[in-house]
């Protein structure tokens, strides 16, 4: 006679695969509750129903299912970004309109993972950390800035350091934005191209101080 408490189990029992997710998922959640110092291998197995050498076998510890976690939100909020910039015969201003609602529309999607990229990072997680990923962002914003500066006859160079500013502003605004969900995203994507775009399109040549601080 079949024991039907042993056959329910092993039909629930998971996969290799399922449970590596899992743990991502409850991994996930605990990082972005508690931040990675705060989480322990205990409290994730706990959360996940299993041992704990269940997750030594799937990431070796905490730090291995923290790299995982991180680089999946880094790769998902930069493929949303690159596929805002990615058309070519696109005005620039329509792409930094896309590049920002992207951005707010990944935070309000993702607010785990958002809450985990902007925490500090472990020592021992050199990739994958939210600067690196806003220095990425910004390349490709430079690029975009380069060419339009030197159609308008601009100093091409200063692309780099405006493109900090523009990616500076999104991702500080975004944090803001996550605490708060108001107004909506689409207003706020639309205030701050509004800002910057109106900024960009009367930049003088050569711009310079005119209040000189008195020594």
Same mark, same amino acid.
Do not use: C
């Given at each position: 006679?079949?024991?039907?408490?042993?056959?329910?189990?092993?039909?629930?029992?998971?996969?290799?695969?399922?449970?590596?997710?899992?743990?991502?998922?409850?991994?996930?959640?605990?990082?972005?509750?508690?931040?990675?110092?705060?989480?322990?291998?205990?409290?994730?197995?706990?959360?996940?129903?299993?041992?704990?050498?269940?997750?030594?076998? !799937?990431? +070796? &510890?905490?730090?291995?299912?923290?790299?995982?976690? %991180?680089? #999946?939100? @880094?790769?998902?909020? =930069?493929?949303?970004?690159?596929?805002?910039?990615?058309?070519?015969?696109?005005?620039?201003?329509?792409?930094?309109?896309?590049?920002?609602?992207?951005?707010?529309?990944?935070?309000?999607?993702?607010?785990?993972?958002?809450?985990?990229?902007?925490?500090?990072?472990?020592?021992? !997680?050199? +990739? &994958?950390?939210?600067?690196?990923?806003?220095?990425? %962002?910004? #390349?490709? @914003?430079?690029?975009? =800035?380069?060419?339009?500066?030197?159609?308008?006859?601009?100093?091409?160079?200063?692309?780099?350091?405006?493109?900090?500013?523009?990616?500076?502003?999104?991702?500080?605004?975004?944090?803001?934005?996550?605490?708060?969900?108001?107004?909506?995203?689409?207003?706020?994507?639309?205030?701050?191209?509004?800002?910057?775009?109106?900024?960009?399109?009367?930049?003088?040549?050569?711009?310079?101080?005119?209040?000189?601080?008195?020594?």
């Amino acid at each position: 006679m079949v024991d039907r408490t042993t056959s329910r189990r092993a039909s629930t029992r998971m996969t290799g695969r399922e449970r590596r997710e899992q743990l991502v998922a409850v991994g996930r959640r605990l990082f972005a509750e508690k931040g990675f110092d705060m989480t322990t291998v205990e409290e994730i197995a706990a959360r996940a129903k299993v041992s704990k050498p269940i997750v030594y076998e !799937h990431f +070796g &510890g905490k730090e291995g299912l923290y790299a995982v976690v %991180v680089d #999946r939100e @880094v790769s998902t909020l =930069l493929s949303d970004l690159e596929d805002s910039l990615s058309d070519p015969r696109a005005h620039p201003r329509v792409l930094m309109e896309r590049a920002a609602l992207a951005f707010l529309s990944y935070i309000d999607e993702n607010e785990d993972g958002f809450r985990i990229l902007v925490r500090d990072s472990p020592v021992s !997680h050199a +990739g &994958g950390t939210f600067s690196s990923l806003l220095t990425d %962002v910004a #390349r490709r @914003v430079e690029e975009i =800035l380069a060419a339009q500066l030197s159609l308008h006859a601009y100093p091409a160079r200063d692309a780099a350091l405006y493109a900090q500013m523009l990616v500076g502003m999104v991702a500080y605004t975004g944090q803001w934005w996550l605490e708060s969900r108001t107004p909506a995203k689409e207003i706020v994507a639309a205030r701050m191209v509004n800002l910057s775009w109106h900024g960009l399109s009367a930049l003088e040549k050569k711009p310079a101080l005119r209040g000189a601080a008195r020594r």
